[in-house]
């Protein structure tokens, strides 16, 4: 068994000896068979890189593209499905937007707000050191006015005041409140109040044209 495995061994080297020189198509059958399984070989790695794996990436492109299809349209059904339930919420958030504009004054009313905050105190019994109005602060789509002010009188009322400050019809705020005692024993309030109003017509356009300018430099950068 040995001698003929060694003897066919023998016989298919003979077969590659000699070729130089000799036309492929008269090489014996050894030799044109692994020939041709190398040039199928060479055919196959060759067409991989450049054919195949070009045609791969764009099935896995097309895969993750159908992927995300598949993902929008389960968003987009359960939103369809569910639009009657999203249109009343959306009714819900807009009344409670409504309700919340309405506790900010227009700048016609804020000298009227300001009033109501100097007669809330006086109202206490409190006596005003400082009641002074700072710069406008204007926002994207409000504007805030500081205003420091300074309070002497009883604890109680100190406390009664601030509450009367959180009662008010519009939004007022107290800030970097501070409480001292006096030399006659009454306490002293420093704090800084803070309302906000809607911005007029000339703020509004003002804040866009500055919006669009920042964003033209930004885009040019």
């Known amino acids: ?18 070729l130089n020189g000799v036309h492929p198509g008269q090489w014996p059958l050894a030799p044109r068979i692994v020939c041709g399984i190398g040039v199928a070989i ?22 993750a593209k159908e992927q995300q299809l598949r993902d929008e349209y389960r968003l987009k059904t359960a939103q369809a499905v569910n639009l009657d339930a999203l249109i009343k919420q959306k009714a819900q958030v807009d009344q409670y937007v409504v309700r919340l504009e309405k506790q900010l004054p227009s700048k016609a009313e804020m000298a009227a707000l300001l009033s109501d905050i100097n007669q809330a105190g006086l109202g206490r019994g409190l006596q005003f050191e400082l009641f002074k109005p700072g710069q406008v602060l204007v926002k994207d789509y409000y504007a805030e006015l500081p205003i420091v002010i300074k309070v ?7 406390g009664a005041f601030a509450g009367d400050m959180a009662n008010l019809p519009r939004i007022v705020t107290l800030n970097n409140m501070e409480l001292s005692t006096g030399k006659d024993g009454g306490l002293t309030l420093d704090a800084v109040a803070k309302t906000f109003r809607y911005l007029d017509q000339d703020e509004v356009l003002a804040q866009r044209k500055a919006a669009a300018e920042k964003k033209k430099k930004e885009a040019k950068k």
């Open 1 to 18: 068994m040995a001698t003929d495995i060694k003897q066919l061994a023998e016989d298919f080297a003979a077969q590659f000896r000699g």
């Open 42 to 63: 060479a055919v196959v790695v060759l067409g991989h890189f450049l054919y195949w794996s070009g045609q791969f990436e764009e099935q896995e492109a097309g895969a």
């Open 152 to 158: 002497t009188g009883g604890y109680h009322d100190i």
